[in-house]
Structures are given as structure tokens and as C-alpha cells.
């Protein structure tokens, strides 16, 4: 292909991608279907001619680095308040039940539909479609109540870094045989790597701050790129080590205490932070980007046409939305369930970790359109919630201000005018 074409080509899909953002932001639609379905329409145009790229290599270094900054900049989005524990409990604890039950009901459903695969080869299929895609949510929460979009923030982001972690965990201990032996060699891994992160992210945080010069989030970056990599090659929860380094460079105040928290210097911790963050969601929307295009492109048409890939889908559905209904009625009983409900997007976690489940687990008959189907479907209901919240809000406001000028209107009248000749 020729060089300028392909740069030409990656620019358009930018500068759109800006475009649907303004878009999704207006109309409440996700920008994620747009991308998605520019995939699917570059896919038949290469088809037209005769075009057939090998583009998973793109999804798997595309899968690492987009994992590294959603988890980072989940991170730093998690502001750690005494104010905010309530909120914080709620919403982990929902976020927590709500994947843990998701994902074990999806596995029987799929064991179900293919009864030659096991429970965990199900389960590590069903994790990726029980997460909730904070990437999509973050940014289109802004016309809610300021105690649903916090809520929703904080359990998409959980839901995020909970749902990556356990998918890893468990494909990383396949080896391991006893539930025992499996927990042992979870807890010891995740004990280890959390005393390893400490240390290395602080002194990340050390250096960072009294290294002068502009050009030190891509270093650190790429230092942080090491470490997993690193990580991964020992069978360690490289991911936790982003989680810990995000965690501390936003909450060092409140995590770090004594001789620690004096070593950091406030203003240049803050000023790194800041850049970062800047970066952070920079970076993470590119990747977002050209993620979702390369799925498109790579999702097999002909198997959408099946009934069974939307029977499951339709069933998939409605699982995640009865569990998230009881358990928003259980935990938030004066608060109403709706949206918050039909608000759980699945995303770019969903996908990336799809095309990260290792050969030994693959089973063949399970569709991958039911992720398209699924993805789609989620963002729609979604965007119809927030769309039918908005509109209702909208007339109680109208309503409001009809009863004011009613009411003013009244007391007008009441008003006895004594002529002064």
C-alpha cells in the first residue's frame, strides 16, 4: 500500500473519530457504533478490491497498549475522599456483584448452547461481556443528577479494573489444579506484586518529580510499558503495578503518609499528574479509535445472519439487565434503579480481552458477532435511556416553571390597584 494513502487513511479516521465524539456528546448516541460500523464499511470496500491485510498484529500490540491505559487512566480517575466512601462502597460493591454474578450465569448459558466446553473456558468467555466500558460511560453521564454520574463513574471504572484483573488471574493459573492450590497462587501473586508496585511506583513518583526536562510522560511511559511486560514474562499481575502508579500519583496525599508523603513535593507532583492525565486520555482515544475500526473490519458479516448468534445475544441481554435491577433495588433502595439500569455498555475491554483468550480455551463454535450484537445493543439501550431521562427531566423542568408563572400569575390578581385621583 502506498505510504501517503495509509497516512491519508489514518487521519481521515482521527478527524472522524473527533467528529463522532461531537456527535455522541449532542445526541447521547455512543461514538463507539460509528466507529465500529466505518470498520465494517472499510472492510467491504478492501473486500471490493480484492484487499487482504494480515491486521492482527495491529489488535494485539493495539490489546496491550490499550489495556495499559485504560487501566491507568481509570487510575487516575479514582479520587479517594472520605466524602466520597459512601459512594465508593456502593458502587464497588455493585460493580463487584454485578460482574461476578453476570459472569457465572453467561458461563451456564454458554455451556448451554455449547455443551462440549468446560466452566472455566465458559467463564473466561463471559467475563469480557459482563464489563462495563467506562470509556464509553465517562463522557456521556454529563446530563445526570451529580450522585448518578459519580456512582456511575466510579462502578464503570471499577467494573473495568476488576473484570481485567480477574480475566488474567484466571488465565494466568490455568496450571494450577485445586481450588486450594488456585487460591493460594492467586493471593500470593497478588500480595507479591502489590509489595513490587509499591516500591517501584514510588520510586517512580521520586524521580519523576526532580528529573527536569519536557519530555517525560513517554519516557515514564514507556518505563511503565517495561514493567508489564517485564511482569507478564514472570507470571506476575503486571496490571496491578498500572493500577498502584495511577492510584498514588492521584491520591498520594491520602495514601502516603509520614517520611514518604514528605519527600514528594506537592507542585511537581500535581504538575506531573496533570500532564499525565492530559496524555493519558490523548493516548487513550487514539488507541480507542483505531481499536474499534480494526474490529470492525474484522468481524465476520455472514455469522450476523444467524439466529443463534442473536438468540444468545437477546438472552445475554436481558441476564445483565434483571441482575443489575435487583441489585441496584437491594443496595439503592431510596435511590430509583433507573437509568442507571440499562446504563452498562460493553466496549473496548470487552473486545480486547476477546482476542487475548489463549488457544487452549478457544472453543470454535462460540460466535464472535455475539460481541458485535452485544456491543451494538447495549450502546443503543443505553443511549435510549439516557435520551428518555434527559427528555423527562426536561418536562419536569417545563412543568416547574409553567406552575411558577402560574402561581405569579395568581398573586397578580389578588393584587386589589386603589385608584389616586
Known sequence: MNAYLFLIGLCVIIIFSFFTNMFSRKTNVPSVLILILMGVGVQQLMSYFDMEPDYFWALEVLGIVGLIMIVLEAALDLELKKENW???WKSFTIASLSLGLTAVSLSFIIQ??????NFLPALVYALPLSIMSSAIIIPSVANLTKYKKEFLIYESTFSDILGIMVFYMIIENLNVEGMRQLSFAIGSNIVLTLIISLVLCYGLLYIIQNIKGDAKFFLFLAVLVLLYAVGKMFHLSS???ILMFGLLLRNYKVLLFGRLRKWLNDSRIDGVFDQFKMITTETAFLVRTFFFVVFGMTLPIASLFTWKVWLISVIFLAVTYVLRFGLFYLVERKDSPLPQTFIAPKGLITILLFFAIPESLRAERFEAAVLFVVIIATSLIMAWALIATKSTNKKNED???????????GEKSDVVEIPLD
Open 239 to 241: 496490571l496491578i503495578i
Open 399 to 409: 412543568e416547574g416553571e409553567s406552575k411558577v408563572e402560574e402561581n405569579t400569575a
Open 86 to 88: 459512601p459512594i465508593i
Open 112 to 117: 448451554f448452547f455449547i455443551p462440549e466446553i
